[in-house]
């Protein structure tokens, strides 16, 4: 079982990219693997945005984000949960948040990925500003 | 004692800063630092009152007794993700 929590400069590595490290799963035990991305629109309000600058508590939002996985992990009885969010400066169509989860099965792996993001969108200090056009 | 707040997101833009230094006289509890915060920054009383204090990185109790050494945060309505 892994847990492996991360906040990056920017926006994230394209999934599957050298820069990106996806969770491992080195005995093959996963039957499920469930990728979320939050990726930055381009209308904010009906504005043009340009991007979202991300600015985060890290020592705390770090902390959160792996206890929240850890949560997570035992409570749906899983494999592997890895994070990864952005700071600073993240353009429009780009990856700000990314988050993968290993799982036997799919049912407990969906529900975990529903949990875990409405928990960290009420709990862990991380705040967005728009750069409108 | 002097406490040393640190403030992030929407409160530190409306502040203008990244922090506000409060006095805590004899109500030495994080709700005695949000009263003190909004004395010296009225300008955050609106978010105050759903905003949560943390200290040494959690979140904390009203009722929890803020610490000489302890580093505190005001954390309002968040937005990762």
């Known amino acids: ?133 | 004692m002097t406490v040393r707040v640190l403030l992030f997101g929407p409160e530190a833009a409306k502040a203008g800063r990244d922090h506000a230094f409060v006095e805590l006289a004899e109500d030495r509890t994080c709700r005695g630092v949000k009263d003190a915060l909004e004395r010296a920054c009225p300008v955050l009383q609106t978010a105050l009152a759903s905003a949560r204090i943390a200290a040494n990185g959690r979140f904390v109790p009203p009722e929890h007794i803020v610490g000489e050494d302890d580093e505190i945060a005001l954390i309002g309505m968040v937005s990762g993700g």
Not at chain 1, 37 to 51: M, S, Y
Not at chain 1, 53 to 77: C, I, T
Not at chain 1, 106 to 112: G, I, N, P, V
Not at chain 1, 125 to 130: A, L, S, V
Request: hydrophobic share 40%; with cysteine; proline share 8%.
């Open chain 1, 1 to 133: 079982m892994t847990i492996d929590v991360d906040i990056l400069d920017g926006p994230l590595p394209p999934a599957g990219s050298p820069g990106d490290s996806s969770p491992a799963d080195p005995r093959r035990c996963a039957g499920a693997r469930v990728c979320f991305e939050g990726i930055v629109r381009a209308l904010e309000n009906g504005c043009d945005l340009i991007a979202l600058d991300y600015q985060a508590y890290e020592p705390m939002a770090r902390n959160q984000l792996r206890e929240l996985a850890d949560e997570v992990l035992s409570r749906h009885g899983l494999l592997g949960v890895h994070v990864r969010h952005s700071r600073g400066r993240v353009p429009v169509g780009a990856v700000s948040f990314r988050l993968v989860i290993l799982g036997a099965h799919r049912q407990e792996s969906l529900a975990a990925m529903d949990e875990f993001i409405d928990r960290m969108k009420k709990d862990v200090p991380i705040w967005k500003t728009p750069v409108f056009a």
